[in-house]
């Protein structure tokens, strides 16, 4: 068997797309300026690339668990705890994980205003006021955008099979929180406890005087909702044995990786926007190759263009992106290098679809039969029709990391 | 229905490449001349096909089970009964089996050399010593090439989880047997009784006092390894109603399809090497077809060519094998007719890879739509993306033997 070589994978995150006016029916990626993208192509083997499986359509958090090698129809359990992770908790194996809104509530328990008049102040005061120990659970509340947060509970036996608290309207009464299942009771029971705690503890706080003063409504409650089981998953080095890193913008992948035992790379420029640092990602990428044996790259700005609507930008994110690979196009030879997108965000709808992506990887002897391009046009021509749960194993197997099944 | 026809798999053992350069970029199967091929490709259907799963490196047992309709994630337990029937051994559902060696060991049980010196003399009369019945249990051991060999243990309520006794290197201890579970203690303490039995009959056997009369070390121990339980499968004719034959020159394939029930037919020129009697087998083929409802037909040549590293070699055992089909390029009309191989063996790697492969299945009546090439780019044009677990099912339907699903 020969040596091994490091592995590398770009995910260009919402990369996938369909026919654009904007470019004469083509779309971001065939109209964007690609030279090196290109180059990988012909040096490898290309195809499509189904998130997960034909017709998905796939969130970042399950597309970039199973590009990792973590089939997520059986290591994801509901975007709670990847919610969390994502806006900076440190969610462990078991824990209870929810998305919370800080909200307003009347005296009679009737929601006035889900989103407390969409807070414009930093709410980290309210999150940690919230986060406090009790009947030997942990609870961490953690602030995200405007009213946004999310809520983690830590401690023996807890069950995601409840309702939620948000009533999902205002005007509607707070919901008490029933357990779906015998083995739930417990669970309900301790948060109700802990939610009226919360309310106690809001109503008096001062930023809540401090916005009534100014005629503002105050944040006095923490809805809940989306309650989800943070998976048991075993570690990147068990699952596979090598030593892995992650460069990323957006809090989610940062978190995935985290609690898969990754290692995070800072880059500083890395914003997860049109404006991030693309170049520095790839020179930190280039630079971590000598101490790791797999490292992921996501950048976020395709995807955001998509959702925007903008296919223009989204080109300009691709080709920037395409300009930062020159930072490894001379370390072909010692790398597996795969490009692909987590999802396709078309422009023309402006959210997630489940349509296939173009997918290629780049592989020193690898078929140098003919000249490709890397879009989602040209690698219908490519010999792969694979998923995203196939994308691991496909680059171990290139990287002559494979074992062999069977003799 | 139309009348079922008759079906025949031609597996070209590690069939598929990569490019090479002394071919200019193409691969092996590219550079042959292979008229018969590329007229049965014409002739049908063809496209890729993934050994088992993307990405898979798959051994020549895990495939051929698996293109013989039998899934290996399902059916496959480990190497060591294939090993064994790779040598022989008439495993049978149940059976524990070893891949074994013939070793010196000295009188602290010290092992002095794992191979005894490499063997130039045939083991049978050791093996046949060590072959007898204990406790209840039967114990056979079959000799290989030089001081290889095969354990199987056959009797009730064995478990293959436990340890070998062979230690990997020499100057180690010969390793206890130890169980790795519950329910494992009476067949690690019968094998380690086995084991002191057939050291004392190995040290007094006439074969090593005439090796230690000419200087050569003693093969005074039996040392095992990677215990494997013989899965209790279905046979063929169980499985899929149909009376099925093997020509094959290698003996794990010949084994794995007499574990199936199937008739092996023998040819006496076929080797599993380069110099094997194509012509030979292919004209078996023909013969038997009268007397089967299916047969398979293995070509080791291209495999041993890709491990070896020799595109050449490789290129002459596929025009070899394309000029043995003209034994039944007059019979297409009644056959549904199936090339592949069992997984890819690049001349560049020297190993088993996970690319896929190229597949055809020729069939009366298919698409003739357009003159095709069978290799590994012109089969990207084809519209088959499949995996060899459905090569099988694709060739019932295609002979008119598939049940139909649903109503």
Do not use: W
């Amino acid at each position: 068997m020969m040596e091994p070589k490091k592995m590398v994978l770009v995910v260009l995150d919402g990369l996938g797309d369909r026919g654009n006016k904007v470019f004469n029916g083509r779309t971001s990626l065939q109209a964007a300026y690609r030279p090196n993208m290109n180059r990988l192509a012909s040096m490898g083997i290309c195809g499509l690339m189904h998130p997960v499986a034909p017709g998905i359509r796939c969130g970042s958090d399950t597309s970039h668990l199973s590009l990792l090698g973590y089939d997520p129809t059986k290591f994801y359990s509901g975007r709670g705890p990847f919610e969390a992770m994502g806006i900076g908790v440190n969610v462990q194996g078991g824990d209870l994980a929810f998305r919370a809104n800080f909200s307003t509530v009347d005296d009679n328990g009737i929601v006035v205003d889900r989103r407390a008049g969409r807070i414009s102040e930093n709410t980290a005061p309210l999150a940690k006021a919230l986060s406090f120990d009790m009947d030997g659970y942990k609870f961490i509340v953690k602030e995200g955008v405007e009213h946004r947060g999310a809520l983690v509970v830590r401690g023996p036996n807890l069950s995601d099979r409840i309702t939620d608290s948000d009533p999902h309207d205002s005007g509607r009464r707070v919901r008490d929180i029933e357990p779906l299942e015998a083995g739930a009771e417990n669970t309900a029971y301790l948060l109700n406890r802990y939610l009226k705690r919360a309310r106690e503890i809001l109503r008096d706080h001062p930023f809540n005087r401090d916005r009534q003063s100014r005629g503002l409504l105050p944040a006095n409650a923490l809805l809940i909702r989306g309650p989800g089981k943070a998976p048991s998953l075993p570690s990147f080095q068990e699952l596979h044995g090598m030593k892995g890193a992650c460069i990323a913008g957006i809090p989610m992948i940062r978190g995935i990786c985290a609690m898969l035992g990754m290692d995070l790379i800072n880059v500083p420029g890395a914003t997860g926007r049109i404006d991030t640092d693309y170049k520095g990602k790839f020179n930190a990428l280039r630079d971590n190759l000598k101490r790791y044996d797999f490292i992921i790259l996501n950048v976020k700005a395709p995807d955001a263009a998509g959702h925007d609507g903008d296919p223009v930008s989204k080109k300009e994110a691709i080709e920037r992106t395409d300009e930062a690979l020159g930072a490894i196009m001379d370390m072909t030879d010692d790398l597996v290098i795969c490009i692909t997108g987590d999802h396709a965000t078309p422009c023309t709808l402006g959210d997630h679809s489940g349509d296939p992506l173009p997918v290629l990887f780049s592989c020193k002897n690898e078929n140098r039969l003919e000249r490709r391009q890397f879009d989602e046009v040209s690698c219908r021509k490519g010999p792969l029709r694979i998923t995203s749960n196939d994308v691991f194993p496909y680059m171990l197997q290139l990287a002559n990391r494979a074992d062999k099944y069977g003799a």
